[in-house]
């Protein structure tokens, strides 16, 4: 009994929401009322771009126009190019943890599944059909993710950054003074 | 009552298993009217200022006429630290760049494959329940081969 409790307390951390960035219009689905403020996130969304180099790079999206946009990577200020850049994606949410989560549980009860002895036989790959049809569709889920390799489309962005009433003076002088502007 | 803490359990892990995420609309302060049905569902709205700061405000409300924005919330700077508690805040609207409301969603994102692995394991706990106890009646059960090594 307490070994299952244990894989549920290891799963329910693994289900724990972080907090996690990611604003676009949804379904309205389920809408949520008990959200505190300081929950509201007010950094931008972790943006991945490929460039036309076909390098990439993952920071926070600070701010984003028709013709460039402005990534926080790992402190540096680097502002790109739109048409130096191939594929835009944001993450709206991380699964990260539950996929870990889940293919832990599916091991552990892999593991567990030896003391059915001969009943094994049969109940090992039952175990295997019910975990691998929980994982895909969450390590599937696309859901997570906005992204467009258009550049037309890639105003898309301003909504998920942190300025998107654009740069504030104090970081475009940053911007300017790392050297690293229009890399 | 172990029954009890296991339900427990399984409805925080199922509760728990969702993303929220936030639809967001914007609009310049001149052009409030564009935003005015998303606003009037939003809990929260922040008024994007020009030097970076934001305040994230809820119970709020936008009087046009005497051009004021009101409402109990947080001021971040630019660099998202916060410079203010939880307490009323009052911004001129003119003074505001850019204008976002803010909805909250909750997205669910792993309750099928959570329920789906519960049951897996309450079908594999029962197997091992079985199992157990006839191979402590000596009927072979599910380790024959075991029960006749140890048999006398």
Redo the contacts between chains.
Sequence with gaps: MSKHAGILALALCACGDPGQLGRSVVAPSDVTTHVALTSVPVRGAEVTVVRNDSRKLTGELLAATDDTMTILVDGTIVRLLVDDVQRATVTRYENSALIAGLAVWSAIGAVAGISHGLLAIVGEPIWSGIATGALIPVMADEARFASTDRRWDFKFLHEYARFPQGLPPQYAARARQSGSATQ | M?RG??AL??L??LS?????????H?APPAQLAKISEAAARA??I?C?????R?F?L?QWSIEEGTGLVEG???E?D?D?NAKSG?RRQSLKLADV??I?T?????????T???I??????GV??I??VI??AT?QASSG????H?TRALAP
């Design positions: 172990r803490v296991a359990l399984l925080a892990l728990s298993c969702s993303r929220t995420i936030y639809e967001a914007f809990p929260f922040k994007h200022m020009p030097d970076g934001v994230v809820q109990f919330g947080i971040y630019a998202r939880l760049a850019l976002e803010n909805r909250p969603y909750n997205v669910d994102v792993g099928g494959p959570v789906a692995l519960a049951i897996g394991t594999s706990v197997l091992s199992c157990l191979t059960g599910c380790f024959p075991a």
